[in-house]
């Protein structure tokens, strides 16, 4: 409401200026910065007397040096600056639509009445009610592509803030006014896909989990492929890294290689990792002669780890210098690793005919086997479910659902008009767009895209031609924004200038809205390591908190009651938690953290929003306006501050594309909220500040509702 204000005392400017001859200009309005005072603006004086005074400072500083010619054209300026302001002042403060108009220093400032502006605030906030901050509309569809899970993978704690990015940003667009097509863009088919179904067919064929555990059952088998078919490496990435940053075991090498014979009698890869270890050198997967060869060695080094181990912990009880403490650490970091790769070292020597068995997997599918594209349905369904569950709960709805299966043959097309249309060429055997040099940059920026294999397979770059062609053509979107993760900011740059290149003009208004990973407290997460934390886990963990903690605040609540707020607590601490950072900073998120009463957290704005139902249940009626708002306290006008920036902020999230902005709004309110009612008594204060203060709640209980729905977070009138 402020950004409306100062519109209009910039009209009013206008006004006054053309009666004044000065003429209609461009204002600029700035809020004065004065805490407690309302109001705006502007140095339209400064520009005026510039202009007047030009030629003749420019005849008057001839001669003169240039720090006595700047100093003469600033008290020059300043004067005439100052003259023109208190002529405007004089001419606005004769009409009376402001508290005050003030001349200071060649600024003109215009004070808003605060009695007025604040009783504008607060009806605008009641007449409205949950289209308070509502802007009016734009004119343009946007569609916002977001989610973008796999199939035949684990919905895991990491997807939830994609899923609470998109879903935010899509509710802010909407109010802002746009017309807004949420999409997701399901990744069912692909190396992942077929990586977890040969290992179905292979390990798992014919069984078959409980309905309600398919979903997460495929993620575990997936993971469990990931771990076959990287085994090799995993297990030489451990040796490699031991031998480049373990003194120790490469002092040993030579002790534990003769061991080694003399136990096994191995000949050639003795040699091999000999040379390799003790001279730094990277040791390969596929350099060994005997297939048993890691495997005889691989209790060798477990013993030589356990050594090492029990050396270093002893040597830290004794001594508790960091250095020692982190030799301790690494140790059993690489020691878990080495126990995790043992319990599975029958594994070694069929990595390459599992490879082997994948590659032939693809095959069937590329050649649409009838029973494989039937598992392939079959699974997948068990997939959506899932998600459709998952998205459900968060309150998440799609208008529009892409599969990456849908847009191959379309992406193959595609690539043939580039080609034909000399977009994209022939290089090294691969269809490829060398962007920068048709887009004439001198220096590398968008570098060279590939856009199908060789061999005629698609890759993602293919299907997400074809993707956003769709979007343009088939649902006319004005602009297109992607929320994906920040290591795909150039290939998503890439896609855009394909695009561009091809003709496209909404390409202009594409973006990518990247953001940064998910950890917890304990670290990264990794599906080869199997420490993945899925969605479910921790949703249940929080519910579970949630309702403890609903438990202890309010005992008396009734049980389906206490269930239900629990569960507006519990999301929507899972929902800010993914929002109250910014973005591009990575989330260490924590259970305790997301689900406190007192800090920057959802339940402490929820709460701020359940007290003011709590005080405004104890009235019939809430009183009608105008209300007697002359002489408020601090709090009251910071209060009203807060609340009349919602429907600007509204705009500012939109046009940033910045969710975090609404989250960073909802927690100022409901801070300044609390300061009010701490020190602002509501219910016995006397009349007329009696129904001045419940309409202050009252607006604020709208505010934060709305506030919050655009995060996608419920607003409890109970906790």
Not at 314 to 338: C, G, M, P, S
Request: aromatic share 10%; hydrophobic share 40%.
């Amino acid at each position: 409401m402020f950004k409306r204000e100062a519109e209009r005392a910039a009209e009013l400017i206008n006004t006054a200026l053309e009666a004044l001859g000065y003429g209609r200009r461009a204002l600029e309005m700035r809020p004065i910065p004065f805490p407690g005072v309302w109001g705006t603006s502007t140095t339209v004086c400064y520009q005026i007397a510039n202009e007047q005074l030009a030629e003749e400072l420019e005849a008057a500083t001839v001669g003169l040096s240039k720090k006595e010619a700047k100093r003469l054209v600033q008290e020059r300026v300043r004067e005439r600056a100052q003259a023109i302001a208190e002529e405007l002042a004089t001419w606005l403060s004769a009409r009376g639509d402001f508290a005050r108009v003030e001349a200071v220093n060649g600024y003109l400032n215009i004070v808003y009445d605060t009695a007025r502006f604040a009783n504008e605030v607060l009806r605008a906030v009641l007449a409205a009610g949950p289209d308070y901050g509502r802007g009016a509309p734009r004119g343009e569809r946007v569609m916002v592509e977001y989610s973008q899970p796999n199939t035949h993978k684990a919905f895991h704690v990491g997807h939830l803030r994609n899923v609470c990015l998109g879903n935010a940003l899509s509710r802010i667009l909407r109010f802002a006014g746009f017309d807004v097509l949420e999409a997701n863009y399901i990744g069912d088919i692909g190396l992942h896909v077929i990586k977890c179904l040969w290992c179905y067919l292979r390990f798992h064929r014919g069984e078959e989990p409980p309905r309600e555990q398919r979903g997460r059952w495929l993620g575990e088998i997936y993971a469990e492929a990931d771990r076959r078919l990287s085994y090799r490496q995993d297990v030489v990435e451990l040796l490699n890294e031991l031998a480049q940053a373990d003194p120790v075991f490469v002092q040993a090498i030579d002790r534990m290689l003769k061991e080694l014979w003399r136990e096994h009698k191995v000949g050639e890869d003795i040699a091999y990792l000999l040379g390799q270890i003790a001279h730094g050198r990277e040791i390969k997967p596929d350099a060994f002669y005997d297939e048993q060869t890691i495997v005889k060695f691989w209790p060798i080094v477990g013993r030589q780890l356990e050594h090492e181990l029990a050396e270093a912990r002893a040597a830290a009880e004794q001594d508790r210098e960091d250095k020692t403490i982190q030799r301790v650490r690494q140790l059993e970091e690489w020691y878990e690793r080495w126990r995790r790769l043992a319990a599975t070292l029958d594994w070694w020597p069929h990595v390459p005919q599992w490879e082997r068995e994948v590659r032939e997997t693809f095959q069937r599918w590329e050649r649409k086997d009838p029973e494989f594209v039937q598992l392939w349905e079959e699974t997948r369904a068990w997939s959506m479910e899932e998600f459709y569950r998952i998205y459900d709960e968060l309150d998440v709805h799609f208008d529009v659902w892409f599969f990456e299966s849908e847009v191959e043959e379309e992406g193959r097309q595609i690539v043939r008009e580039l080609l034909e249309r000399g977009i994209a060429e022939i290089s090294d055997g691969l269809p490829v767009v060398k962007i920068d040099e048709k887009l004439g940059l001198e220096k590398e920026t968008y570098r060279t895209l590939p856009i199908l294999r060789s061999d005629g397979t698609t890759l993602y770059s293919t299907k997400d031609l074809a993707l956003t062609k769709r979007k343009f053509e088939q649902y006319h979107v004005d602009r297109a924004i992607w929320v994906v993760d920040v290591r795909q900011t150039l290939y998503l740059q890439q896609i855009f200038k394909v695009m561009e290149l091809w003709g496209f003009q909404q390409a202009s208004k594409c973006y990518h809205l990247a953001y940064e990973t998910v950890m917890l407290p304990s670290g990264a997460m990794s599906s080869r390591l199997g420490n993945v934390v899925l969605y479910e886990d921790v949703a249940r963990q929080v519910l579970e908190r949630a309702l403890e903690i609903i438990e202890e605040k309010n005992p008396s609540l009734p049980p389906d009651t206490k269930a239900a707020v629990a569960r507006q607590v519990g999301l929507g601490s899972l929902k800010y938690g993914m929002l109250s950072r910014d973005n591009n900073r990575v989330i260490v998120f924590d259970i305790e953290e997301a689900l406190s009463f007192e800090g920057h957290a959802a339940p402490y704005i929820q709460y701020a929003h359940a007290r003011a139902c709590r005080i405004l249940e104890k009235v019939d009626a809430l009183p009608e306006g105008p209300y007697a708002l002359e002489d408020l306290t601090r709090e009251e006008i910071d209060l009203i501050e807060q609340i009349a920036l919602f429907p600007d902020e509204v705009q500012r999230a939109a046009d940033e594309y910045k969710p975090l902005v609404i989250a960073n709004f909802v927690y100022e309110l409901a801070k300044r909220f609390n300061e009010f009612y701490r020190v602002c008594p509501v219910l016995q204060a006397p009349e007329p500040q009696r129904s001045a203060r419940l309409a202050m709640v009252a607006a604020v209980r709208q505010t934060l509702a709305n506030g919050l729905a655009l995060l996608g977070i419920a607003a409890p009138e109970v906790m």
